[in-house]
Structures are given as C-alpha cells and as structure tokens.
C-alpha cells in the first residue's frame, strides 16, 4: 500500500475540470524496456493520438461528488498498438462516465516501437494488470468501489479489454464494455487492414499464439458481463469479431448487450457520426440494468 501512496504522491498533478491524477505505472525504467529514453510523440491531426509511448501510465477522472465509494472504468484506447487514439477514445469518454458518478481511469499503455522491448506482446498486458494494481491500492483515496469496478477497449484496446475479461488471474473485472473491439486473431476473423495481430505477435504468429491470443475461444462462466458496440461495415476490425464473442457469452450464460449498427465504420470513439448516434447513453441503461450503477 504504502509504495502506491509515494508513487501517488510524487506523480500526480492537475490536468483540468476533470482530469485530476496522473500517476506512472513504474518506479524508473518499466521492465521489458530495454532503453530509458522517452521519446514520446503527439500527433494533432485527425482524431489525435500519441506515438512511441515506453513509459505507461494511468490518468484519472474523478467524479464532482466524491463523499462514497464510485463505480469505475479503465478505459484502453485503440491504435492498433503502434499508437494510442486517447484524445476522443479516452479522455473524452472518461469525461463523459464523469458525468454519471463513474471514476474514469484512462490507460495509456505501451506501443510498440521496433528493437526498444525485450518482449513486446507481453508489455500491454503487463500494463493492463499493473493499473489494476494501483487503482486497488489506492482505492480509499480515489473513493473506488473494487468490487463494481470495469475495463472499457476501443479497437485494439478492445482486444486487452475482451482479454482481460476473459483471463483466470490478477484482478477481476465486475463489468466490461468491448467498442469495436479486435477479439480474435484467428485468420477467419483478421481483416487485411487490420495491423493488431502482426504487430503484436510478428507477421508469422503460430496457431497456438492465434488461438491463445483469441479471447472468443476462452470465455466460460465466470466471465463478467458484456456491453459490446461495433457497426456492420467496419473494414477494420470485422464486425464478425463481436458476434463470435457475443455468440461465446450466449453459450456461457453471461449476461451482455449488443448494439450493431448498420454504419459507424471504424474508430468513431462514443459517437457514431454515420448515424448521428452515441452509444453511451444505452451504456449506461445498462450499467443501471444490471445494478453496476445507481438508478
């Protein structure tokens, strides 16, 4: 407890109206980095989003009203892990869960960047569990309720999250919302635009890293509740992805929701602009559904 407290202590700073803590996930260089330079870029145009990121952290949002213990959400943002769209699918979003009385914790993880890890596909996921960690361990402070506690993944930060989900270890997940999500890297359900699978497993992956890597093939029982977003003509990340998840929760008995639109494409955080729609709205009809939040 009290190692999170000082890295807490010396990390945090104001961001804004509603991003308030910034905290790195490591005390010095992170393990599996093979270098300490930080070369972390961003980038303004389009949606936005951050380059090269070696030194991972979480940012978070805490509600207005902090006098009870919250609901939270650790939101991963996509980019097909070369790079991290946390502009409008992270921060936004977790101003938007704000809003409802949910503590957002915005997760950017590491990205790859060539010859700078020992083992690159074990560096997100090692972040995933290490924010998990933390966010335990300062839960007092951060007024977290652990037992009503989520993950959220856009695109590729969908495929950490449905991983997540569906892992037997480290923290359990109450709730978890899957945006467009990269489920599996199986080659039926990997489209040629797609760049998850090759550039976390290398362009020659065996069938048993596919397999492994594939979260539809491992939920069971256990596996919390699921709300899963995607739209019918994204090229992406195949729409196929979501329903072979869905269709392995329905066979599981695990409580989930679905919303397929017709169009929405790819990348279009927690607004559809095809549709003139936000699915955050029924996110969190659902949330109250299944008592994650309060009516």
């Known amino acids: ?48 989003r951050v380059e090269n990121v070696s030194i991972p952290e979480i940012v978070v949002y805490k509600p207005t009203t902090q006098d009870e213990k919250k ?94 989900a569906v892992s037997k270890v480290g923290f359990k997940t109450a709730f978890n919302f899957l945006i467009y999500p990269v489920i599996s890297f199986r080659d039926e359900l990997t489209s040629a635009k797609t760049k998850s699978r090759s550039v976390l497993l290398g362009k020659d992956p065996t069938e048993n890293e596919k397999n492994n890597f594939s979260a539809e093939l491992h939920v069971s029982s256990s596996t919390k509740p699921c709300f899963i977003v995607h739209a019918q003509n994204d090229s992406t990340v195949l729409v196929q992805n979501s329903l072979a998840f869905y269709n392995a929760l329905v066979k599981n008995k695990v409580k989930s929701e679905m919303i397929i639109y017709q169009y929405g494409g790819h990348g279009f955080a927690s607004y559809n602009k095809e549709q003139d729609i936000g699915w955050m709205p029924m996110a969190i009809n659902w949330l109250r559904a299944n008592d994650f939040l309060r009516k």
């Open 1 to 48: 407890m009290k190692k999170y407290i000082v890295v807490f202590l010396l990390c945090f700073f104001i961001l804004g109206t509603n991003a308030q803590i910034r905290v790195k996930l490591y005390n010095g260089t992170p393990p599996g980095n093979l270098f300490s330079v930080n070369n972390e870029n961003i980038v303004t145009t389009g949606r936005g």
């Open 71 to 164: 609901p939270a959400v650790v939101i991963c943002p996509g980019g097909g892990f070369t790079s991290l769209s946390i502009f409008d699918g992270g921060y936004q979003i977790a101003e938007e869960l704000n809003k409802y009385g949910i503590v957002a914790i915005v997760l950017k993880y590491r990205t790859f960047i060539n010859q700078f890890y020992a083992d690159y596909k074990k560096c997100p996921n090692n972040d995933v569990e290490r924010a998990f960690e933390i966010i335990k361990d300062s839960a007092l402070v951060w007024h977290i309720d652990t037992t009503n506690t989520g993950i959220m993944g856009l695109s590729a930060g969908g495929h950490l999250a449905s991983m997540k």
